[in-house]
């Protein structure tokens, strides 16, 4: 007996293919200490960004800013990094060293954040983050500030941590405000 023959492809097969591919929620959250070992790898790729986004101020000024001309430089270079955060979230949900560690951001439906949501996110991180970030510029400069007080600057870093630990899906504190999520990206595409 000879097998039915093939019907034409209407089309639906590649509809059930697509319809078949799995969403970003299906992919697990990424472990926290993937996490924290891409850390320093995006601190790279931001200290090459604000060296970068810097260095044309720094030569024209040919000086050390002070007053309002360090303040506003000290505002251009959050708005760089600011960018540099929420345009590659809202653009891929990734951003380099994130592409490198094959995780994303997404919100809670599994889709990318809108630039609101990344913008949010952003600024949700930074109170987490930057504390910490100051406290580690502090560690090098210890005559500007006492070791002691300098180390408080990273206990909101060790909470956004710790509650990552014992969240039930893993997410740090700031994903949790700012209504986002990440998980492990799927592998690219070969062709």
């Known amino acids: 007996m000879a097998p039915p023959p093939l ?13 078949a591919q799995p969403q970003p929620q299906d992919f697990p959250v990424p472990s926290v200490g ?13 200290l090459a960004l604000v060296l ?5 101020i720094a030569g024209l000024r040919g000086a050390a800013l002070d007053g309002t001309a ?18 590659h979230w809202q653009q891929r949900g990734q951003t380099l060293a994130m592409k490198t560690w094959r995780f994303r951001v997404v919100d809670r439906q599994g889709r990318i954040p809108t630039w609101q949501r990344a913008l949010l996110r952003f ?3 930074a109170i987490f983050f930057a504390p910490a970030c100051a406290g580690l510029l502090l560690l090098f ?11 408080w600057f990273f206990f909101p ?14 997410q740090f504190l700031h994903d949790r405000l700012a209504g986002t999520q990440l998980r492990d990206a799927p592998p690219p595409i070969k062709r």
């Open 7 to 19: 019907a034409p492809d209407d089309g639906t097969t590649k509809a059930r293919a697509e319809t």
């Open 157 to 170: 870093l060790a909470a956004t941590l710790l509650y990552g630990l014992f969240d039930r899906e893993q």
């Open 52 to 56: 970068i986004a810097g260095f044309p």
């Open 141 to 151: 400069f210890p005559g500007r500030m006492s070791p002691v007080i300098t180390m």
């Open 34 to 46: 993937r996490r924290l070992a891409a850390i320093p790898y995006e601190g790279l790729l931001l």
């Open 123 to 125: 600024f949700c991180a």
């Open 70 to 87: 360090h303040l506003v430089f000290q505002l251009y270079l959050g708005l760089v990094i600011a960018g540099y955060f929420v345009w």
